[in-house]
C-alpha cells in the first residue's frame, strides 16, 4: 500500500512524540503511590524521576509548537489551570508553585517564532532545492521590507536549534523525503 506523504514531516515527528509521552504521563499518573510513609520508598522517588523525565520531555517541545505558558491569554491559563488540578489532586501544593513559576517568564529574551523554524525545515525537506535566501521572505515576520543576511541567519540558527532538539530526543526526520 502506498502510503501518501504528508505535507507537515516535522509537526507528524513532534506529535507522536508528544502523543507516546502524554500516554506515558497518563500511565504514571493511574500508577501514583501513596504518599503516607516516611522516609518515601523506592518506587516513590522512582516515579517522581519517571515523571519530572516525561514532563521535561513535553516542555522541551511546548515552547516550539504553542505559545509559553506566562504568554497564553488568562482565560486560556485559568482553563490549563483547572485541568491540571483535576489531573493533580492530590499535589495541590507542587501544582500551585509550578503554575506560580509558569506564569513568571523565564529570564532571557522571549521566544517568540519558534513556529518559524518548523515551517522552515519542513519546507526545506519538502523542497530541498530551495535556498535560505528563498525562504526567508515566505516565513520571516521582522517587518523589514528586504531581508537582510541577519533574518537567514536567525531563522537558520532557530533550525540548527530545532534539529538538535529532535536528534537529542532520538527523533528522527524523514530526510530522504522527496516531492515529485
Known amino acids: 500500500m502506498n502510503r501518501q506523504r504528508s505535507s507537515h514531516p516535522v509537526l507528524d515527528v513532534i506529535e507522536s512524540f508528544l502523543l507516546a509521552r502524554t500516554q506515558r504521563l497518563a500511565q504514571l499518573l493511574r500508577k ?39 504568554a497564553k491569554p488568562p482565560q486560556k491559563q485559568v482553563r490549563l489551570i483547572t485541568a491540571a488540578f483535576k489531573i493533580w489532586e492530590a499535589d495541590k501544593p507542587t501544582l500551585v508553585k ?25 519546507t526545506k525537506l519538502l523542497c530541498p532545492r530551495l535556498t535560505w535566501r528563498q525562504i526567508v521572505p515566505r516565513l520571516c515576520l521582522c517587518g523589514r521590507p528586504e531581508h537582510d543576511e541577519d533574518c537567514q541567519q536567525a ?3 532557530d533550525v540548527r536549534r530545532l534539529r538538535a532538539l529532535l536528534l537529542s530526543h532520538n527523533l528522527s526526520l524523514p530526510l530522504s523525503q522527496k516531492l515529485r
Open 32 to 70: 501514583r503511590p501513596r504518599l503516607n510513609k516516611t522516609p518515601f520508598p523506592p518506587d516513590v522517588l522512582s516515579w517522581h524521576a519517571d515523571m519530572e523525565q516525561v514532563m521535561e520531555e513535553i516542555h522541551a517541545f511546548d515552547g516550539w509548537i504553542d505559545k509559553p505558558f506566562y
Open 98 to 122: 509550578a503554575i506560580e513559576s509558569a506564569r513568571r517568564p523565564s529570564r532571557g529574551r522571549p521566544v517568540r517564532n519558534r513556529f518559524l523554524a518548523i515551517e522552515a525545515l519542513e
Open 155 to 157: 531563522l537558520r540558527r
